[in-house]
């Protein structure tokens, strides 16, 4: 079966073609990333004057690179949600509009789950149970994962996502847009040890993840310091250091929970290669393994939403006959295909 | 000719199908409903006509002026089905619409169209009727504060559009040319069809990636260079 997935929740329009025999066979990308960069973070209302522009020239490329017709599809999956309402909607309804004229089933795919599963669009994959680690500028949730559409929330974030006091702290160093690249590429200069930031809500038990704090201690360091080139690189690798080593803490910590030795990291904030170091270090001390999406599909993709598309259907999902989109929609509200 | 016609630039959402001689409209008030509506509608039309989408032989929709989303909705849509079907797409404007069911309900000739484009501003232009019924721009589309607008004192032209109502005392200035005010509020797909015909026969379909929305706000946010100026 072949699903064409349609991702647009935030500021990348993805497009992608997975085929549930063989795997992904194509895809293609836009990332608005620089344009959101020009005004400091992303606006939705560009973010989704973008989307109807790109999706169907980003569609024919993709067609194009699988060496198929539209005629050829199968099933058209798109994002549903959650993220901003109307750059989701953009993308919603031109897939659900596309499978109906094309006379083909149409699904609504959760974006997380997307994210959950994206490492399973490389050869050498998860298997079930695992814990998974999902962090971008939207999210940091750890989430035990028992099968498709069987996903127990263990731990959220209080306040900011990981990847927000990344784009806050970047704003703060005058590092730009956006920040987790930025703060990184600055730390690469820095002492991580000279800031030593605590590292939030790690000594009380519990998978709960704050950042707001760390954000308003780094603002309090980067004031009382002299600002220099030195106090940016070494802020940088201090802040760095101390959201990679809490999330790290919690995935050690919801694994042994839960009893389970592999973990997904998946998400914006997994393209982070402190963070992939650090967590395949301490994982493998107790003798599991991580896995991750590629960096390209740890980012907003189509690939991740044509996939959980074609494993819901071909897990027996029968495709939606309602049409709804979901900015707010918790991925612990999912459930295994047949029972959809 | 058979023609869908799509219209959820506004609180209203609406559909139309040409199909020959006969017309079908569906519609409906419902706030924050369009997206989950306009399918069944659609199915509901093409069902009752007997059509399938491949049956087709163009797509239109309202491309704005009005709200963002709304607007976007009918043209993902638009786009989708001229894609999937291989047709193609015709954009027609919002306001030419509230124009062209002023000539339908009331047979007015020249139209003043001001909908409320929120912000304390208005979507406006002027359309008057030529021989063949249908309506044509006078003018530009413009968005701009209702004390702003301009229109010539000659013809006798009617006040359509949302925005009167909302706006009547900032628009008064160029209601004293003694015309009349109908009951032409929000836009209607059914009267996407007459334009969106002539459209068709003059060859001005686009592709499906073309076919966009319009509008007329464009500057949405400031820049962090331009944020810096305006401090």
Known sequence: MLVLGIESSCDETGIAVYDTDAGLVAHTLFSQVDTHALYGGVVPEIASRDHIKRWIPLTRECLEQAQLKLEDLDAVAYTSGPGLAGALFTGAIAGRMLAWSLGIPALAVHHMEGHLLAPMLEAHSPSFPFICLLVSGGHTQLVRVDGLGQYKLLGDTLDDAAGEAFDKTAKLLGLGYPGGPKVANAALDGDPERFKFARPMTNRAGLEFSFSGLKTAAMTAWRQSEQSARDVADIAAGFQAAVVDTLAIKCLRALKQEHLTTLVASGGVAANAQLRNLLAKRVARIGGEVFYPRLEFCTDNGAMIALAGGLRLSGGQKPEQHFEVRPRWPVESLVPPQAS | ?231
């Open chain 2, 1 to 231: 000719m058979k023609i869908l016609a799509i219209d959820t630039a506004t609180e209203a959402c609406s559909v139309a199908l040409q199909c020959d001689g006969e017309i079908r409209f569906r519609d409906t008030l419902e706030p924050r409903a369009h997206a989950r509506v306009l399918l069944p509608m659609i199915e509901e039309l093409m069902a009752e006509a007997g059509l399938s989408p491949a049956g087709l032989d163009a797509v239109a929709f309202g491309r704005g002026p009005g709200s963002f989303t709304g607007v976007r909705i009918a043209t993902a849509a638009a786009q989708a089905v001229a894609y999937g079907v291989d047709i193609p797409a015709l954009p027609v404007s919002s306001l030419a619409l509230v124009a062209q069911q002023a000539v339908r309900k009331h047979g007015i000739e020249h139209a003043a169209v001001a909908m409320d484009a929120r912000m304390g501003e208005v979507y406006w232009a002027a359309y008057s009727c030529l021989a063949d019924g249908l309506m044509q721009l006078v003018g530009d589309e413009r968005v701009l504060a209702p004390a702003a607008v301009t229109l010539p004192d000659t013809p006798n032209w009617t006040p359509v559009g949302s925005a009167w109502a909302v706006y009547p005392e900032a628009l008064r200035h160029v209601r004293a040319g003694g015309v009349t005010q109908a009951a032409v509020t929000l836009p209607h797909a059914q009267d996407i069809l007459p334009l969106a015909k002539l459209m068709l026969q003059r060859g001005e379909g686009v592709a499906a990636e073309l076919a966009l929305p319009v509008y007329l706000r464009n500057q949405v946010a400031l820049t962090e260079a331009q944020r810096r100026t305006t401090d």
